[in-house]
C-alpha cells in the first residue's frame, strides 16, 4: 500500500509523475529505447530539456523578461558557491535563517565579504527576521525563502536596490510571487519538483559577466547558458522526470492553484496543532511555513504512543531534523489534503486516548 509520504526530501511527487517515469525507463516515446540510454543530443532529448525550461519560465511569469533557466548537477549546495563564484565581486549581503543559509554563507566568504544583514540564530531560528536596515552597494542580497529544517517561511520578501538572490529549494512552485523581483533563483530538484540530481537555476541575463575573476566552465552560467543547459551530459532522468512534474502543475492550474492546495493542507494541520493541547508548534505564528509544519509533543513521554500510531497509519517520515527534534510534517505540492487528514485525525485519536 502506498504511504503518506510527509519526508522532508526526496519527497513525494505525483503518482502519474511515477508511473510515466517509470514507464519512460522501460520505453522512452515508444522508441524501443530506455529514457536513460539514449543520447541526450537526440531530438527526443532535447525536446524534454526545451519543454521544461520554457514551462518553468510560462508557469512563473517570465517569459520575455531576460530570464534564462538551467538544470544543473551538484545540488543547491553547489549554488552557494556557483552563486557567489558568478556574481560576488567586493561584498553581498545575506539573511540567515539557519543551517542553509550559514552554509551559503560559508561558501561566499571564499569569494568576497559577506555582511550578515540579519539573523534569527539567537532564537534558535524559530522566526523570520524583520524590520532589518539593507547596506547600500551590495553585489546583491541572499535569502533562504523556506527554512526546512525549521518550518519557517519568508512571507514578505526585503525590497534592495541590489539584485535578490533567492534559495527557493524547498518551496519552490508552491506559491505564487512576483518572481521578477528576484534576479537569481535556485532550488534542489529533490524538495518539490523532482528526484534528486538536478538543479534549477532561473538566472536574470543582465547580471552576469561583471565580476573580475576567470569562472571554471562548470561553475560558469554563462557558459551553460550559451549551450543551452546542455554543457555536459545532463542528468537526463531527473530533468524528464521534473518536466513530467512542471506538466502535471501546469494542467492542474499553476502555481496559484498549487497555492490554494497547499493553503488549505498548512490550515488543516496548523489548526489542530493549535487547538489539540498536546502539541505545540515550533515555528513563530506568522513565520509558519506551508511546506514544512514543525510541532512536538508538549509531553515528550507520549512521543512513543504517537510514533507507534501514525506510522501505524501508513504514515512515513515524520520525525523532526535532528537539530530541532520533535516532528516535522513536508507537506509538498504532490502531498494530498487527504493524506494530512490521516495525521490530522492521529493527533486527535491521541487526545482521546491521553
Ligand atoms: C535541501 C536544501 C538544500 C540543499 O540541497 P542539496 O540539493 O542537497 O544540495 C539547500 N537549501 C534548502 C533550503 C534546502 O531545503
Redesign the pocket.
Known amino acids: 500500500m502506498k504511504k503518506h509520504n510527509f519526508s522532508?526530501?526526496p519527497c513525494i511527487l505525483p503518482q502519474e509523475v511515477f508511473n510515466e517515469a517509470s514507464q519512460a525507463i522501460l520505453d522512452f516515446n515508444n522508441s524501443g529505447l530506455s529514457l536513460i540510454e539514449i543520447s541526450h543530443r537526440s531530438k527526443d532529448f532535447v525536446d524534454v530539456m526545451e519543454e521544461a525550461r520554457s514551462l518553468v519560465l510560462e508557469l512563473m511569469g517570465l517569459e520575455g523578461k531576460g530570464y534564462k533557466v538551467l538544470f544543473l548537477q551538484?545540488?543547491?549546495?553547489?549554488?552557494?558557491l556557483m552563486a557567489a563564484y558568478n556574481l560576488l565581486e567586493s561584498k553581498a549581503g545575506y539573511i540567515n535563517t539557519g543551517a542553509?543559509s550559514n552554509?551559503?554563507i560559508k561558501e561566499a566568504s571564499i569569494f568576497g565579504e559577506v555582511i550578515e544583514v540579519a539573523s534569527s540564530k539567537d532564537a534558535g531560528y524559530n522566526h523570520i527576521p524583520k524590520g532589518y536596515k539593507i547596506p547600500k552597494g551590495l553585489d546583491y542580497l541572499h535569502i533562504?525563502?523556506?527554512?526546512?529544517?525549521y518550518g519557517t517561511q519568508v512571507k514578505e520578501f526585503p525590497t534592495s536596490n541590489s539584485p535578490l538572490v533567492c534559495?527557493?529549494?524547498?518551496d519552490i512552485f508552491s506559491r505564487q510571487l512576483d518572481f521578477s523581483k528576484f534576479s537569481l533563483i535556485y532550488?534542489?530538484?529533490?524538495?518539490n519538483l523532482g528526484p534528486?540530481g538536478t538543479?534549477l537555476i532561473i538566472v536574470k541575463e543582465d547580471i552576469l559577466g561583471k565580476v573580475s575573476r576567470q569562472i571554471p566552465s562548470m561553475l560558469d552560467y554563462q557558459v551553460h547558458i550559451s549551450k543551452s543547459s546542455m554543457f555536459n551530459t545532463p542528468p537526463v532522468f531527473a530533468v524528464y522526470t521534473s518536466m513530467l512534474t512542471l506538466r502535471w502543475i501546469k494542467k492542474l492550474g499553476g502555481i496559484s492553484a498549487m497555492e490554494e492546495r497547499n493553503e488549505k493542507k498548512a490550515k488543516l494541520l496548523y489548526s489542530e496543532i493549535d487547538l489539540n493541547p498536546l502539541f505545540k508548534g515550533f515555528a513563530a505564528n506568522e513565520d509558519r511555513s506551508f511546506m514544512n509544519a514543525t510541532f512536538s509533543l508538549v509531553d515528550e513521554d507520549l512521543n512513543e504512543t504517537f510514533d507507534a500510531m501514525w506510522k501505524e497509519a501508513g504514515i512515513n517520515g515524520l520525525n523532526g531534523h535532528r537539530s530541532v527534534g520533535g516532528y516535522r510534517a513536508s507537506i509538498y505540492n504532490a502531498l494530498s489534503i487527504e493524506s494530512v487528514a490521516v495525521l490530522v485525525d492521529i493527533m486527535g485519536d491521541l487526545e482521546r486516548k491521553a
Open positions: 522532508a526530501g551538484g545540488g543547491a549546495s553547489t549554488q552557494f542553509w552554509k551559503a533562504t525563502s523556506n527554512n526546512t529544517i534559495d527557493m529549494s524547498s532550488a534542489g530538484a529533490q524538495k534528486a538543479t
